[in-house]
Structures are given as structure tokens and as C-alpha cells.
């Protein structure tokens, strides 16, 4: 099966060790969502590698839901979210700077492409609107850890 890759990357203004926990912590994590994440619901854990997450999207009016789980194949470096049912695979990597103040995130989505022309199109109107919501997605994790203001104040379900 073909690949797409949509991906977005910058420098955020707290230490590795902060973000790690929004991105981690889903408690925390669904208070960064842009509004095109519609639900956040914790199935397992809740916290890091091992958690199960199902998270439903509406982007352009198509909604979609993946059950994520969690892995670290770099403990506190490299975060995986991954729906093997879906072929979807988020990748969070971070990397902390020269000062230890600041962590570079780079986030990276592989998604099954479609074959022929539909692959095509999808690719062509997927990948800018993706990483728009990803741009959203850092900038308020930096807001968030900059000024303690969350984008959202949903809660997350346990079940």
C-alpha cells in the first residue's frame, strides 16, 4: 500500500519536558486541538506509551474517527500514535535545543493514499489543509505553555 506523508515542524518556547507531557498527557493533550478534533475519548491509560485514544475529526464536513494507541520507540524523544486498522501514523518528535528552554517539534502523519487519480486529488487537497490544522495544533501548544491558556476547554471521557 502507497503513503502520503503531511508533516509540520517548529520551535516551541518551554523545555523538552513540557511538551512532552502536553503531547502525552491526554488530559492535557485535548486542550491543544484545533476545533476540526471533535472528540478525545481515552479508552486506556491515559498518559504516554500504552494509551489507547479514539479521536473523531470533521475536516471539510467528513468526519472520521481512528483509535489511536501510543508508543515511544524513543522514550521522551519520539511519540507514536498509530490506528493499524486505519494505516494511520502520527509521529511526534522532539528534539530540545542548545539552551534546554526551547524544544523543536517536528509532527509527521502517514495516511494510505488511494490509488489512481483519487490518490491524487486526495493527496493535493488533504496535505495543505492537514498541515494547516497541524501549524494550529503547535501554535497552541505554545500558547498554551507560554501563557497557560488553553484553545479548548473540553474534558476528556474516560471509559
Known sequence: MKIYQVGVARMIDAPLEAVYRVVTDMNVHIGILPRQFETLEVLQGGSGSGTVFRLTMNVMGIRSSLQMRITEPV?????????????????????????????????????????????????????????????????????????????????????
Not at 524523544?77 to 539552551?99: F, H, M, N, Y
Not at 534546554?100 to 509527521?108: E, F, G, Q, R
Open 75 to 159: 522514550p521522551g524523544r519520539v511519540i507514536r500514535e498509530q490506528d493499524d486498522k486505519a494505516g494511520v501514523t502520527t509521529t511526534w518528535t522532539l528534539k530540545p535545543s542548545d539552551d534546554s528552554k526551547h524544544c523543536y517539534v517536528d509532527l509527521m502523519t502517514e495516511f494510505p493514499s488511494k490509488p489512481g487519480l483519487a490518490g491524487v486529488v486526495e493527496r493535493l487537497l488533504v496535505s495543505p489543509i492537514i498541515r494547516s490544522i497541524y501549524h494550529r495544533e503547535l501554535d497552541n501548544i505554545n500558547v498554551y505553555l507560554t501563557t497557560g491558556i488553553a484553545a479548548r476547554k473540553d474534558s476528556v471521557h474516560f471509559s
